[in-house]
């Protein structure tokens, strides 16, 4: 029996118990582990454990404190518990913790430090070529976006028909005829370090993993598992991933779209995280057609599709209303020109129903279908990006990480949409935000509170231009582009 572990690791950091046990049998589905973790403050976190193939057992725990800690591990191949002890340093430079829900409808690190998602699409990205997943990663990069969403299985559809390198369960005896057969008590350790990999790269670039554990787009029949085998899978997925810092649960892609499933069965799914998780990570379901009940209190954030053809997310601020907490349009349509409606938005309608989002106090998710010869499409793909939103959407990110705090929506008019950031006197926030959308005003009149002075400043959301329009007090007339997307911010000086 041996055990290793690392003596020091930084806070939010993971520490890797690895502990030899028994090869024979179906150890995934005949062992057990777990670990109890305890801070020096008195801090006690457990965590389960995994079989990780080749005799290998692991318990995977974050710190989120510093100073010492000591373990005690239990199994049901260990005669007796293995006990350890070890130091967390500071975190790393750049590193803030995991992401929380903060002040009802937005998000920070767990150090307070404000995050606001500008994500993105890649359904399996990492199950592509080794050079395609490179790709990827330096794209990712140099991108505005510090959120991914992707799946743990592989997907078919349209433009998605090859087979990805490995499969994430070991395969069972096929009847004639029969296409693909697995055992579903017995994973591929091969193909989760895979994930992990693009789990822990996505990290240190500072992006957020959105973890889509099932979806309907299935040939290999991972989506028609029973109910007791997707809460084994999700016990195990869940066990090897929940303490990297970066991941998020989304228990679904279009829940609605598999017909077996029922609300019961979701919401025992859920149950599955919630007992399997021990830091809470923040938990969705996505939908294709009607919304899930969001209301339920395992959903932390509204992870959403627009339902309609043209109204998106100027619902956002309707939404954030009915479920009170924060909203995410993951899925507003796609820049590109494939044949879909969802998939062939212009650069500029992107754009714009990102900003809708933003006004109204959520957040919006990008995608890009651009057809190819190479059917290489980053909505699913990765590699390359070819639209025109991205850069747009590091303008949006740019602004937003100017501000002082999250937006709230505001006294919008009847033609314009407003939010602000809140401060102490309501009647006076200090940053006042107006976004004209396809309107193209070449002037607007504006009153100040009495006693009040603003910096203006005239924003050309497309053009990526931000014009100094001076200081401005009571009541006053401020020229505009008389071109769509324009956007006026005031900060108060006085």
């Known amino acids: 029996m041996s055990m290793r572990y690392s003596s020091t690791l930084p806070r939010w950091g993971v520490q890797e118990v690895v502990i030899s046990g028994p090869e024979t049998g179906n150890p995934f589905a005949e062992q057990q582990l777990a ?133 994430p369960f070991a395969a069972a005896e096929k009847a004639e005829g029969q296409a693909y057969a697995w055992d579903f008590t017995r994973f591929d350790p091969v193909y989760f370090r895979h994930l992990e990999d693009a789990i822990l790269r996505l990290g240190n670039l500072g992006i957020e993993a959105d973890i889509i554990m099932l979806h309907p787009y299935d040939r290999w029949g991972f989506s028609r598992m029973s109910q007791p085998q997707m809460q084994n899978y999700f016990r195990y997925l869940v066990s090897r991933i929940a303490a990297y810092r970066n991941v998020w649960w989304s228990l679904a892609n279009e829940y609605d779209l598999m017909p077996d499933m029922v609300t019961g069965d979701w919401e025992a799914l859920a149950q599955v995280i919630q007992q399997q998780d021990p830091y809470c990570r923040l938990t969705s379901i996505h939908n294709c057609f009607g919304f899930y009940d969001h209301s339920r209190p395992w959903v932390t954030h509204c992870c959403l599709q627009r339902q309609e053809i043209y109204r998106t997310t100027e619902m956002v601020d309707q939404w954030r209303e009915t479920y009170r907490k924060p909203i995410i349009v993951d899925e507003l349509g796609y820049e590109g020109n494939i044949q879909h409606g969802w998939g062939n938005l212009t650069g ?147």
């Open 35 to 167: 670990g109890t973790f305890v801070s020096d403050g008195g801090k006690e976190c457990t965590a389960p454990g995994f079989y990780d193939g080749e005799g290998r057992y692991m318990v995977r725990f974050m710190p989120d404190e510093e100073g010492g800690y000591t373990f005690r591990i239990t199994g049901s191949f260990l005669p007796e518990a293995l006990t350890g002890s070890f130091t967390v340093t500071p975190a790393q430079d750049g590193v803030h913790g995991p992401v929380q829900v903060s002040q009802t409808y937005h998000f920070a690190y767990a150090d307070g430090t404000p995050y606001r998602p500008v994500g993105t699409t890649c359904y399996v990205w990492h199950l592509q070529t080794p050079q395609m997943f490179e790709n990827t990663l330096r794209t990712l990069e140099n991108s505005p976006f510090n959120k991914i969403r992707f799946c743990v299985f592989p997907k078919h559809y349209d433009y998605n028909h090859n087979e990805p390198f490995a499969y």
């Open 348 to 494: 500029e309608e992107e754009t714009r129903r990102f900003w809708e989002a933003t006004i109204r106090g959520g957040y919006a998710g990008h995608g890009e279908t651009y057809f190819n010869d190479n059917e290489i499409l980053w909505w699913s793909h990765g590699d390359v990006l070819h639209g025109t939103s991205p850069a747009r959407l590091q303008f949006l990110r740019g602004f937003l990480d100017s501000l002082p705090g999250p937006l709230e929506p505001w006294r919008s008019n009847w033609d314009d949409r407003c939010a602000c950031v809140p401060g102490e006197d309501d009647n006076a926030p200090p940053v006042i935000v107006y976004y004209y959308s396809f309107m193209r005003p070449s002037f607007r009149d504006f009153t100040l509170p009495e006693g009040t002075a603003y910096q203006a400043q005239v924003l050309d959301t497309w053009e990526m231009t931000c014009v100094d329009a001076g200081v401005k007090e009571g009541s006053f007339r401020l020229p505009l582009p008389g071109r769509p997307f324009a956007a006026v911010c005031l900060t108060r000086v006085r």
